[in-house]
């Protein structure tokens, strides 16, 4: 059990500081490589709970699919990478008192509530029972998030297409 | 498989819709240049599903694996929803902004893939469901928000819209993770009987209330989550922004009121009428602060607002303000009164956007300053946009004046009298600013180099008037929409 | 004839859509002109059958209620689109269609070649229409729909030529006052209907006729309705827009600044008269509004030298005239004042019209003169009205003003009726002033660019009625101590006699020795005649006009009142806001308390714009601050 702690927060730990980088980096490739290792911890976080086929979707769709998507963009976009972009950061104070806040408001939160937690269950095939959710209880959910994807693909063609 | 069948045949109104879209999409694919055949097949689209939802009237039932809800609630908000689509549709045919945007034809379409998200927001019944259809609507907002991609400020509204959109989700769905980790089921109606057992104060359940809120607030912005709604009105093409300001708007009220009516409310007292709230949430205060500070910010800071649209943006936020005292009351009347002044609020929404296109069509701006002696030039469209601001600010004779009327009378016999002084206050104000625009219009000259008379083509006076006559005959007999609200708002008996 | 009673509101309305929708197209002065008279005309012949029918029926049973359709039904509230059929209504009724149908006439004349004539005889039209739904309606929502209606065409006419550059900011201002009296109606109805589940009124009168006398609730009620009515009926606080609304063509003033809009808020008074019964300390609050407003107004109207601003002061005066006999609860005699109020005064605006249009649209009495043998008619008329306000016997204002004379004496005290004499004094003094100054001595203008001429007859037959009725129309209300019967008490009498029980209930019936009424008569009469002499023989010799000094400059300056309400109402505002500021921008010069607080509300505006800076970082850390203090709120609350 000490193993599992020990690894969940170096995935916690890792995930929490790539993400950092990600938002604080000047250059756009090191953003997106930071990124990765967000995600890729988040996929580590996936395993520990059990739900081996989400972490390896995680894996394949951001990790494979997503964010190498993002870096051949940002390499194929002329001179991007040598941008310094613009992070300077407005109203720091207030933003770092308000944030402070809402973090403490929610630890707080955590460890005050009473947490309606199921047991642990041990191994079980997740894959099949996804499939079955997937075609009766969240079948709904399954279908509209086609049309997301749909609306979000029209919407992507629309701006990329050459303006006449 | 049994329960999807029976499930689908419920389901038909938004089949409809997705076949539509499709369609469209094909149709657009073959025509490749603009053409009304698009518009007039997503028209056609509409007007089925509206009659299948029609024919939805009075029943009740859950389907889908109690994701979504037939009820009346829900058939009330997809009518308004279908109606206000079939008159964006049609507004957007003549509007200039789109005609020279260098797209084809992808609004019709996006604007009904809007729909089909707006109706499953009225429908649903769990945070899944609300949050997806949540962002169906979104994302369609962000893409029609940018829609003239040769405006840079059509750009930055939609990038602005996105990450702001993006935000508020984010604090949502966060919230509904805690609630789904504190109740285990995401059902409102199971979260609901699950609270009602617990019983007890949890500050953990207020703070996630204000974090939905959050979600919901942006959609119908609130105060404080409004900020994104004067940049991207002022950003977006105007009948883009009309859709934003009824039925993006109006949707958000749909999952707002069920979710707090249903989730944070005694399940056991929810059919004998009296409704009492679960120990501990006072969400009727949340409601009420969010409510005041949104009428009096969205009417004091439109005052001095000089891009029409920006001042409608204020207004719709001040709209919300008043729409928001209904849920206060919590009551079936509360919620008889909101139905009323959704009404009126599409009604006249529809209408004061309409004539906007009318004249910015032909003075290629929104600036109140432009539209000096607007009275002179044309005449028939001034009279027509004098028209929906007095119903705006709830002159009596219109049927802005009906809604507000229900919903102050519904706070008064709930005792609530300083709530609804301080929203006959606010009416008081917001007349200083719709006031504005007339006397622009009425009683200043034009300027000399522009002082020609302006004509329109027949079937623009014809929509507009079409848009005129509820507003003043419902203003004047409105029986019917009190009845019909009155039909829909038995709600919430269903689990 | 009840039976086809709803064409008295249908006709003016159909000759609104009439003109407005085709009045242009048809483009025919006479076809506009005369269509909309005769469509007021009917009104009054048919309401004139109905007062016909109603004495001959015994006064118990005169009164009924017309029932059109129901119009609002939800949950509790049932509101029906009903017409009070009574004396009192059918009064109202007849002075607004006849006097509405003369000035009609009188429009044909005075707008003869405007460009918008169609146009002005709708919205007329359209006044009509509202002003006889709010003296009709049965219930208070009806009520206010007409209120609100006759502001709207009051707006509109106001701000007719909007060429004018102020008539736009005067339209403005009289339409923002009145929302703020409106705002008193509202709460009011709100109130009602809290408390009484109706918003019928006489259902309302008959719920509250058992309650105690001076109850909260009907004082808040009855100091609310009085708020809304010193809004519509211009008196002080808010009276201010009155003056500023003469902007509009003088038809327009005499028939809805004179006659009869002014005088809704003494009808709403009149018609709930049980509920004032029933609340002496509102009642004495009308009093004071009243005999400050008459006072005030007419020290202002002195020194005035706009004819039409006379007339506009002299207005509010006699209104707050209106107001004091309601104050003391005589509103019969009220009411018979606003019956010949209407008469001369509107015979007066229509005759300073008649000036006007003769002078080419000048309106300053000083370069007027000696235009009593230029134009006959309107002199001899526009004299009866000068003598009929200053209370000369026997005409019409002789009668109405000492029967509140005298009902002050007696229901008040010595030192207000000292101050409504004083004020019937000043009265007498301007009107004489405006007289003299008008109609007599040499001609001050220049005789070779101006040559006043006699009008139109379609604009002096109208003078001529007017004239004829404010000489005799004094006769329908006798006092008592003639021996002759007083028609119009015993014709209102059904209307007010639950008010009179109530009043009976508290206050023993005062007996005063008929001796002392025709003392008080006399002394007022030869007050009259003795400043009409005064004046007469001081302004129509008069030739030369100097700067106005002391006590004169300030009258002259309408004791500064907009300045006033600048000072106090809006620099305080904007000191302290400035304060909070961290910028100040150009202050614009404010004219009056209305544009203080649509200045107050941009000024707040402005800041609050500031917050929406379109950068995205501010409005998230907005946002986010937004939700940790509504949470805090809730958690530590």
């Keep these: 059990m000490i193993y599992y702690t020990i690894l969940f927060y170096v995935f916690a730990v890792l995930a929490v500081a790539t993400a950092f980088y990600v938002v604080f980096a000047k250059n756009v490739i090191h953003s997106a490589f930071a990124l990765f290792g967000t995600l890729f911890a988040v996929a580590?976080?996936?395993?520990?709970?059990?739900?081996?086929?989400?972490?390896?979707?995680?894996?394949?769709?951001?990790?494979?699919?997503?964010?190498?998507?993002?870096?051949?963009?940002?390499?194929?976009?002329?001179?991007?990478?040598?941008?310094?972009?613009?992070?300077?950061?407005?109203?720091?104070?207030?933003?770092?008192?308000?944030?402070?806040?809402?973090?403490?408001?929610?630890?707080?939160?955590?460890?005050?509530?009473?947490?309606?937690?199921?047991?642990?269950?041990?191994?079980?095939?997740?894959?099949?029972?996804?499939?079955?959710?997937?075609?009766?209880?969240?079948?709904?959910?399954f279908e509209i998030a086609s049309i997301v994807l749909l609306v979000a693909l029209v919407g992507s063609a629309m701006y990329a297409r050459k303006t006449k | 498989m049994e329960q999807t069948i029976i499930s689908l045949k419920n389901f038909i109104p938004e089949c409809v819709l997705?076949?539509?879209?499709?369609?469209?999409?094909?149709?657009?694919?073959?025509?490749?240049?603009?053409?009304?055949?698009?518009?007039?097949?997503?028209?056609?689209?509409?007007?089925?599903?509206?009659?299948?939802?029609?024919?939805?009237?009075?029943?009740?039932?859950?389907?889908?694996?109690?994701?979504?809800?037939?009820?009346?609630?829900?058939?009330?908000?997809?009518?308004?929803?279908?109606?206000?689509?079939?008159?964006?549709?049609?507004?957007?045919?003549?509007?200039?902004?789109?005609?020279?945007?260098?797209?084809?034809?992808?609004?019709?379409?996006?604007?009904?893939?809007?729909?089909?998200?707006?109706?499953?927001?009225?429908s649903s019944v769990n945070m899944l469901m609300m949050y997806l259809a949540l962002e169906t609507v979104s994302i369609t907002s962000y893409?029609?928000?940018?829609?003239?991609?040769?405006?840079?400020?059509?750009?930055?509204?939609?990038?602005?819209?996105?990450?702001?959109?993006?935000?508020?989700?984010?604090?949502?769905?966060?919230?509904?993770?805690?609630?789904?980790?504190?109740?285990?089921?995401?059902?409102?109606?199971?979260?609901?009987?699950?609270?009602?057992?617990?019983?007890?104060?949890?500050p953990m359940l207020v703070i996630v209330m204000v974090m939905i809120l959050a979600g919901f607030g942006y959609k119908i912005s609130s105060v404080p989550f409004h900020f994104w709604t004067p940049d991207v009105y002022e950003g977006a093409p105007i009948p883009v922004t009309g859709f934003l300001a009824v039925t993006s708007s109006a949707a958000g009220f749909a999952v707002l009121i069920r979710f707090f009516s249903v989730t944070f409310l005694k399940s056991t007292t929810m059919l004998n009428g009296s409704l009492q709230i679960i120990d501990g949430i006072r969400w009727t205060e949340i409601i009420i602060v969010l409510s005041v500070a949104s009428m009096i910010i969205g009417n004091f800071v439109a005052v001095w607002q000089m891009s029409f649209k920006r001042l409608l943006a204020y207004s719709s936020i001040a709209q919300g303000g008043y729409i928001m005292l209904g849920l206060v009351v919590a009551n079936q009347q509360g919620l008889t009164a909101i139905f009323v002044y959704l009404v009126a609020y599409m009604i006249m929404n529809l209408g004061a956007f309409y004539a906007l296109i009318m004249i910015s069509n032909k003075l290629n701006s929104d600036d109140i300053n432009d539209m000096k002696g607007f009275a002179y030039r044309a005449p028939a469209v001034a009279v027509g946009m004098g028209i929906f601001m007095f119903a705006l600010s709830g002159i009596p004779a219109t049927v802005g004046f009906v809604g507000k009327f229900y919903l102050f009378s519904a706070l008064i016999e709930s005792n609530m009298i300083w709530l609804a002084l301080v929203g006959m206050m606010n009416s008081v104000v917001s007349l200083f600013f719709y006031i504005k625009v007339l006397k622009y219009m009425f009683l200043s000259k034009p300027d000399e180099e522009n002082s020609g008379k302006i004509y329109y083509g027949i079937a623009g006076y014809v929509l507009l008037f079409i848009l005129v006559i509820p507003t003043l005959l419902l203003g004047i007999y409105f029986g019917p929409i009190v009845r019909f609200a009155e039909m829909s708002a038995v709600m919430f008996g269903l689990k | 004839m009840t039976k086809y009673f709803l064409l008295v509101t249908l006709l003016p309305l159909f000759g609104f859509l009439i003109n407005i929708l085709f009045g242009k197209r048809i483009n025919s002065e006479k076809f506009s002109g005369y269509l909309s008279s005769f469509l007021v005309f009917v009104p009054f012949f048919i309401t004139f059958l109905v007062f016909l029918d109603f004495i001959s029926v015994p006064p118990e049973s005169r009164k009924i209620v017309l029932n059109y359709f129901n119009w609002i039904a939800a949950g509790k509230l049932s509101i029906n689109y009903s017409f009070v059929l009574d004396p009192l209504s059918i009064t109202m009724v007849m002075v607004v269609t006849g006097i509405g149908f003369l000035i009609h006439v009188y429009s044909i004349g005075y707008m003869h070649g405007d460009e918008s004539f169609a146009r002005f005889f709708s919205y007329l039209n359209l006044f009509i229409f509202a002003m006889l739904n709010l003296v009709l309606a049965d219930n208070f929502l009806l009520v206010f729909l007409g209120w609100e209606g006759v502001g709207l065409c009051s707006y509109l006419l106001i701000g007719f030529w909007s060429e004018k550059k102020f008539t736009g900011d005067a339209a403005k201002k009289a339409f923002i006052v009145n929302r703020i009296g409106d705002f008193g109606f509202m709460t009011a109805m709100f109130l009602i209907f809290a408390n009484f589940g109706t918003l019928e009124i006489s259902g309302f009168l008959g719920n509250i006729a058992g309650m105690p006398v001076n109850s909260v609730l009907l004082t808040a009620i009855a100091l609310l309705f009085f708020l809304g009515a010193t809004g519509k009926s211009a008196q002080i606080p808010l009276f201010v827009w009155l003056p500023d609304a003469m902007a509009g063509p003088t038809p327009v003033s005499a028939l809805i600044h004179a006659a009869t809009m002014v005088t809704a808020g003494i009808y709403l008074i009149a018609r709930t008269s049980v509920l004032y019964a029933l609340s002496p300390t509102a009642s004495q609050i009308v009093l004071i509004v009243g005999i400050l407003t008459a006072l005030i107004s007419a020290t202002i109207a002195l020194k005035q030298n706009d004819i039409k601003k006379i007339l506009a002061y002299s207005t509010i005066s006699q209104l707050g005239f209106m107001f004091i006999a309601l104050g003391t609860m005589s509103y019969g005699v009220a009411i018979f004042h606003l019956i010949t109020h209407a008469f001369f005064k509107a015979l007066m605006f229509l005759g300073s019209g008649s000036v006007i249009h003769a002078m080419h649209d000048e309106q300053d009495i000083r370069n007027m003169g000696g235009l009593k043998n230029k134009m006959k008619i309107t002199y001899i008329t526009f004299l009866v009205g000068a003598f009929a306000i200053s209370g000369i016997p026997p005409l019409s204002g002789f009668f109405s003003k000492d029967e509140i004379l005298y009902q002050t004496f007696i229901n008040a005290g010595i030192l207000p009726y000292i101050i409504v004499l004083f004020t019937a004094a000043l009265t007498a003094f301007y009107m004489f002033r405006l007289t003299g100054l008008t109609f007599f001595g040499k001609a001050r203008y220049d005789e070779n660019k101006v040559h006043p001429h006699e009008s139109p007859r379609t604009m002096t037959i109208p003078l001529i009625i007017l004239g004829i009725l404010s000489a005799v129309g004094g006769f329908i209300g006798l006092p008592h101590f003639t021996g002759l019967p007083n028609y119009l008490e015993r014709w209102l009498e059904p209307v007010f006699t639950n008010a009179n029980r109530v009043i009976q209930l508290y206050k023993p019936e005062g007996h005063h020795a008929v001796s002392v009424e025709i003392l008080l008569l006399i002394l007022s009469v030869l007050v009259a005649a003795g400043v009409i002499y005064f004046a007469f023989k001081k302004f129509s010799k008069q030739e030369r006009f100097e700067k106005e000094k002391g006590f004169g400059k300030i009258l002259e300056n309408k004791y500064y009142l907009d300045e006033i309400y600048d000072k106090s109402v809006v620099e305080p505002v904007q000191n302290t806001s400035e304060f909070f500021l961290w910028k100040i921008f150009d202050v614009k010069i404010i004219d009056g308390f209305v544009n203080g607080i649509s200045f107050y509300v941009s000024r707040l505006s402005i800041d609050w714009r500031k917050i929406q800076t379109g950068i995205i970082q501010d409005y998230a850390t907005i946002t986010i601050a937004g939700v940790v203090l509504i949470i805090l709120y809730f958690i530590f609350a």
């Excluded at chain 2, 009330?76 to 797209?103: C, G, Q, R, Y």
């Excluded at chain 2, 059509?154 to 996105?162: F, G, N, P, R």
């Design chain 2, 143 to 202: 893409v029609l928000a940018g829609y003239m991609k040769k405006s840079k400020r059509s750009s930055e509204a939609a990038m602005k819209y996105v990450i702001y959109g993006a935000a508020s989700s984010g604090i949502m769905i966060y919230a509904m993770s805690l609630l789904y980790g504190y109740t285990g089921s995401m059902n409102i109606f199971e979260i609901s009987s699950i609270l009602s057992k617990m019983g007890g104060t949890n």
């Design chain 1, 44 to 141: 580590g976080l996936f395993v520990l709970l059990n739900a081996d086929f989400i972490a390896i979707t995680q894996i394949m769709v951001y990790v494979g699919g997503i964010l190498v998507l993002m870096i051949f963009g940002v390499m194929l976009t002329t001179k991007i990478a040598d941008i310094d972009i613009h992070t300077k950061n407005l109203n720091r104070i207030p933003a770092i008192l308000f944030s402070t806040g809402i973090t403490v408001i929610l630890i707080f939160i955590l460890f005050t509530t009473k947490w309606n937690i199921k047991p642990q269950v041990q191994n079980q095939e997740t894959v099949s029972q996804i499939g079955k959710l997937m075609l009766t209880t969240y079948l709904l959910p």
């Design chain 2, 18 to 122: 997705i076949v539509t879209i499709l369609v469209c999409l094909l149709a657009d694919l073959i025509v490749r240049k603009k053409s009304a055949v698009v518009a007039v097949i997503g028209i056609a689209g509409l007007f089925v599903s509206g009659w299948f939802v029609i024919g939805q009237f009075g029943v009740k039932e859950s389907v889908f694996f109690g994701m979504v809800v037939i009820d009346p609630y829900s058939v009330f908000f997809k009518l308004l929803f279908i109606v206000s689509t079939v008159f964006i549709i049609l507004f957007s045919l003549a509007s200039k902004e789109i005609k020279d945007s260098t797209h084809t034809n992808e609004h019709v379409y996006l604007m009904i893939s809007l729909t089909l998200g707006a109706n499953l927001m009225a």
